[in-house]
Nanobody, 124 residues
Framework: QVQLSESGGRLVQAGDSLRLSCAAS????????MGWFRQAPGKEREFLAA????????FYGDSVKGRFIISRDNSKKMAYLQMNSLKPEDTAVYYC?????????????????WGQGTQVTVSS
């Protein structure tokens, strides 16, 4: 089992960059795939990025491809989401999640463990 806690969300201006962090507890972190999702008010949860257990492979949602970068440090039990060229439409609560299958997925139902979320607000 793993517990997750996101941090780094805040108010920024359009065009800024921001890095979100996800701290994990539990011995199995390095065997889980990690994903980032977001949810804006009145909208469904949206897949952003995933990274497999080893960090060797990543994949992204279309809306953030080329702007966001997912990474992980298994020695520190951390996952990160580097967000560049932020837009007002990126405003949402951002969640990290862990997938015990180790290979990651675009589907939220694949992820067994979730953090509490961190708010990112992008002003125009």
């Amino acid at each position: 089992q793993v517990q997750l806690s996101e941090s780094g969300g805040r108010l920024v201006q359009a065009g800024d960059s921001l890095r979100l962090s996800c701290a994990a507890s539990g011995r199995m972190f390095s065997s889980y795939a990690m994903g980032w999702f977001r949810q804006a008010p009145g909208k469904e949860r949206e897949f952003l990025a995933a990274i497999i257990w080893s960090g060797e492979n990543t994949f992204y949602g279309d809306s953030v491809k080329g702007r966001f970068i997912i990474s992980r440090d298994n020695s520190k039990k951390m996952a990160y989401l580097q967000m560049n060229s932020l837009k007002p439409e990126d405003t949402a609560v951002y969640y990290c999640a862990a997938d015990p299958s180790a290979m990651g997925s675009r589907y939220a139902t694949t992820y067994h463990y979730w953090g509490q979320g961190t708010q990112v607000t992008v002003s125009s």
